[in-house]
């Protein structure tokens, strides 16, 4: 068996399980994986009671790894988050207490809650695998992945995210309501048994070799010339006042790699990049005030840019 094959039937095992508490949204379930086996960290949006929690929980349960919780709420400080030294007066020193971002999953629940100073703490920590407190720079568990959640429907007592931090998630997941067959499907579900078993299927160990394994993935330089064009043309539109940054081409490029190997390739093709380019760019690119005012969607934006971008071999 091929370590890429292994990738794939790992992928297809946690498939398997997740199938059995989450209903539908198997096409995020797909990208949350290509996002953790790219090292990245994705953000949900969506309305509540889409479990959005639920199913971050229950990937960090079938793979095995810590899971931590944190409700954003206006009054969250940066050692809530980080962890801060309490003074011990028995033996008159200052202890370090880890902060719940010490886990391997970090679920930030409603992140557009807390302030802007609260939010920058998880800057260092998604970027650089570490938090820095009182000068010590102290590592985080590796792998080290955060989902964070957030409401569009809600606009009091939230604080929307600078691109600066939008631009650390990988990529942006959009959760809508199921249709009928998956809200019945959910409720037969729910009534032999509210929240069902599932098995531990991997470990930090696994995953960080699935990690290793993504990476050598080859990818061609056509593939790379296919993402360099699609990100810089985004600069060029005019309907935009911010395009594709390089961390965007980059992201790109491994999770291409990831979609590859879950799918049983040692190689990319331009349908990987395709399938990805609107999750990682949707969130990174800015209208320009007239093209809000025309309600333009991004959505056709990045799909015209896809069809008129041509894979030159």
């Not at 059995?20 to 198997?26: D, F, L, P, T, Y």
């Not at 407190?133 to 600078?162: C, K, M, W």
Request: hydrophobic share 45%; proline share 6%.
């Amino acid at each position: 068996m091929t370590e890429i094959n292994k990738v794939k039937i790992l992928f297809d095992n946690i498939n398997n399980e997740l199938s059995k508490r989450i209903i539908g949204n198997k096409q995020n379930i797909e990208l949350i994986m290509i996002t953790l086996l790219s090292r990245g960290h994705v953000l949900l949006e969506g309305v509540p009671g889409i479990a959005k929690s639920y199913l971050a929980a229950s990937i960090s349960e079938v793979l095995g790894l810590s899971y931590k919780r944190l409700q954003f709420v206006p009054d969250l400080m940066p050692a809530d988050i980080t962890g801060s030294s309490i003074y011990n007066p028995k033996t008159q020193e200052f202890k370090f207490i880890e902060g719940p971002v010490f886990a391997n999953i970090l679920l930030c629940d409603e992140i557009n809650r807390a302030p802007p100073k609260t939010q920058a703490a998880l800057l260092e920590s998604m970027q650089e695998k570490q938090v820095s407190v009182e000068g010590t720079a102290r590592s985080l568990p590796d792998p080290f992945f955060v989902i964070a959640t957030q409401n569009p429907i809600e606009s009091v007592g939230v604080y929307q995210l600078p691109e600066a931090q939008l631009d650390r998630f990988m990529i942006k997941l959009n959760m809508h309501l199921p249709g009928f067959d998956d809200e019945f499907s959910l409720l037969k579900s729910k009534r032999e048994e509210l929240i069902p078993e599932i098995a531990k299927i991997s470990n930090e160990a696994e995953i960080i070799k699935m990690q290793n394994i993504i990476e050598n993935v080859k990818i061609s330089d056509v593939i790379l010339e296919y993402i360099a064009r699609l990100v810089v043309r985004t600069r060029f539109v005019p309907q935009l006042s911010l395009g594709g940054s390089p961390r965007a081409s980059m992201a790109l490029m491994m999770m291409s790699r990831a979609r590859a190997a879950i799918y049983g390739r040692d190689y990319v093709e331009p349908d990987d990049v395709k399938q990805l380019f609107y999750h990682v760019m949707n969130h990174r690119l800015i209208l320009t005030p007239e093209a809000e005012v025309q309600q333009l969607p991004i959505e056709q934006i990045i799909e015209n840019i896809i069809v008129n971008t041509e894979v030159e071999i």
